[in-house]
């Protein structure tokens, strides 16, 4: 029978040396290698190629663009991160990295080993008592788009979007900016683009979502 190949990387040294201990009781699962730093994410998935990589992504640098680039470069290593923060964005950002795997350090040993063995099945994997709020937070697509999209609005989107939000149409939108309806649609397929919204609507709900945060920094004449 295949045993299940693992590496760890984790900044922790007791945290490491547990892991490190609960894949060496276990029969089914072969350790190749450990790392303790963002670096050895990479290095260790392209050196080993291990069947499950499990990564600590509260550590010092960038630990989900290291992911990211191992979905990219070796494909078959599934990642599973592993960590103490206790936070949907946190998950979020690790499953949207590339992660097929989320699991805390406050569970059981034994999760960890359930983690593994439904990832290397195909699964995706959360920990039992966070799994409701993290598929809560993936399901709340416009919440996920909020931060890339208003970011890089011009003033002009800006204003656009204020006025769709009070239920302005795009004629009205181009009298009231001075501009030809033709204008007005292409700014439409900007925005539409930016909040990765599919119609008008899902524009309108983005922006009524983030305006009191991020709107109000350039008002209509």
């Given at each position: ?17 547990a ?76 499953l ?25 099945r ?50 009205e ?8 309806d ?40």
């Amino acid at each position: 029978m295949h045993r299940i190949s693992v590496a760890i990387v984790d900044h922790h040294p007791i945290t490491l040396e547990a892991i490190v201990s609960v894949i060496g009781r276990n029969a089914d699962l072969e350790l190749l290698g450990t790392g303790s730093a963002v670096p050895d994410i990479l290095q260790l998935a392209t050196d080993c190629k291990p069947d499950i990589l499990i990564v600590e992504v509260g550590m010092p640098g960038n630990a989900f663009e290291a992911i990211t680039s191992v979905v990219s470069s070796v494909p078959t290593v599934k990642v599973v991160a592993f960590t103490g923060v206790v936070g949907v964005a946190t998950a979020i950002r690790a499953l949207d990295a590339g992660a097929v795997g989320f699991v805390l350090k406050a569970a059981q040993s034994c999760e960890l080993i359930e983690a593994i063995e439904a990832v290397v099945r195909g699964e995706n994997y959360i920990t039992r008592s966070f799994a409701s709020q993290v598929i809560a937070g993936l399901r709340d697509e416009t919440l996920r788009r909020k931060a890339a999209a208003i970011i890089n609005l011009t003033i002009r989107e800006e204003q656009i979007v204020k006025l769709l939000v009070r239920g302005n149409t795009n004629k009205e939108i181009a009298a009231r900016l001075k501009l030809s309806d033709k204008t007005v649609k292409h700014y439409m397929t900007i925005l539409m683009q930016k909040m990765n919204a599919r119609n008008r609507l899902e524009v309108v709900v983005a922006a009524q979502k983030m305006q009191d945060s991020n709107f109000g920094a350039h008002t209509l004449n």
